[in-house]
């Protein structure tokens, strides 16, 4: 009976789930989609109440992988042209039937609490439309480290650790001409109020030689990018053997062999990652200037010298004094004025 009762409970509870679109926008990522499959496959929420949307513009489309799976919905679209990725997570929006979109990226391992964290957080939530992790945890493979990025901001957090509301797309869209850090326009500048996710539970960046930034620039200014070691090891993210093998020594292996998809074949990422730079490197040396104007007036002010403290209280108590003085004359001057106001209109009046 107890059995039962459980069964019919458990069946209800399925029942009221959510429908999930999961969303994976790729190009050139032959290498990692075996890994990428057994990601979507180990997830706990039921496969049943999901669907798996996928839109590749590579030059090696990747179709002939996603064919034999037949465990989840999966809605393949190809396009010819290259896309931007603003417009190809844009277009993936209009293919969701699902109430909450999930996005699961091509090259970084996901738990396989993803989804259901996702969507348990956002029902537990309701005000919420969307939910992410602002704190991630970046794997490098040539120093066999875990570092770790942010928290960056309240309401900050990088588009694949995205899950959200499709209501959410009533109010908000990406810049079809964004090819990278597309998540500052379609989070009003990371003003609409996000949810933050358990890093854990959410994802773990994996660094490689086709990243479109290099990951490793990083490391180089810790402090800018609030970098430091991670207190997690790989095994606390990827308890799979398997998994924890491709993830950490197998996808380096074949990408290293996959010319496909390096970085200098997406040139309009590059583009764009370069005028950021630009535009990086001018508000320092803008903030650099203004710090040694600013040291430049400091280091010619003249310190008055006291002989005793009482000198120097008598010195400062002075020019309070006067401070006060100055007010005082202005507040009599601005009675006056009030005065005079209150004349003219009383005549004007009459």
């Not at 003085?325 to 009599?332: N, P, V």
Request: net charge positive; proline share 4%; hydrophobic share 35%.
């Amino acid at each position: 009976m107890n059995n039962l009762i459980m069964t019919n409970t458990q069946s209800k509870h399925k029942l009221e789930l959510p429908f999930v679109s999961i969303c994976t926008p790729t190009f050139n990522r032959r290498p990692f989609f075996s890994s990428l499959i057994k990601c979507i496959e180990h997830q706990l929420y039921p496969k049943d109440k999901m669907e798996w949307i996928i839109v590749d513009d590579g030059t090696d489309p990747i179709k002939d992988l996603i064919t034999p799976v037949d465990w989840i919905q999966v809605k393949y679209v190809y396009h010819k042209t290259r896309l931007l990725l603003g417009q190809k997570r844009n277009i993936m929006h209009s293919q969701c039937k699902g109430d909450i979109i999930v996005y699961i990226d091509d090259d970084d391992y996901y738990p396989r609490e993803r989804v259901s964290h996702a969507v348990e957080m956002l029902m537990n939530h309701p005000t919420y439309l969307i939910a992410g992790s602002s704190e991630m945890h970046i794997y490098y493979h040539d120093l066999d480290k875990l570092y770790q990025c942010g928290p960056y901001g309240k309401y900050h957090a990088t588009a694949a650790t995205f899950a959200f509301r499709t209501e959410l797309l009533q109010n908000t869209r990406y810049n079809d001409e964004t090819a990278l850090a597309e998540e500052t326009k379609f989070l009003k500048n990371y003003s609409i109020p996000l949810l933050q996710l358990d890093t854990l539970k959410t994802i773990m960046v994996v660094a490689h030689s086709h990243n479109s930034f290099d990951k490793k620039k990083l490391l180089e200014t810790p402090l800018e990018f609030k970098v430091t070691p991670s207190k997690f090891k790989v095994q606390d993210f990827i308890q799979n053997d398997q998994l924890r093998e491709m993830y950490t020594k197998d996808i380096h292996v074949l990408i290293d062999a996959y010319s496909l998809g390096r970085p200098e074949n997406k040139p309009e990422v590059l583009r764009q990652i370069k005028e950021i730079q630009t535009n990086r490197d001018k508000r320092l040396l803008e903030h650099s200037k203004k710090i040694q104007q600013e040291t430049q007036r400091l280091n010619t002010l003249k310190i008055p010298q006291f002989n005793s403290m009482e000198q120097m209280k008598q010195h400062y108590e002075k020019i309070i004094s006067d401070k006060e003085k100055i007010i005082s004359d202005k507040s009599c001057l601005i009675n006056e004025l009030l005065k005079k106001i209150k004349y003219l209109n009383e005549n004007t009046s009459k």
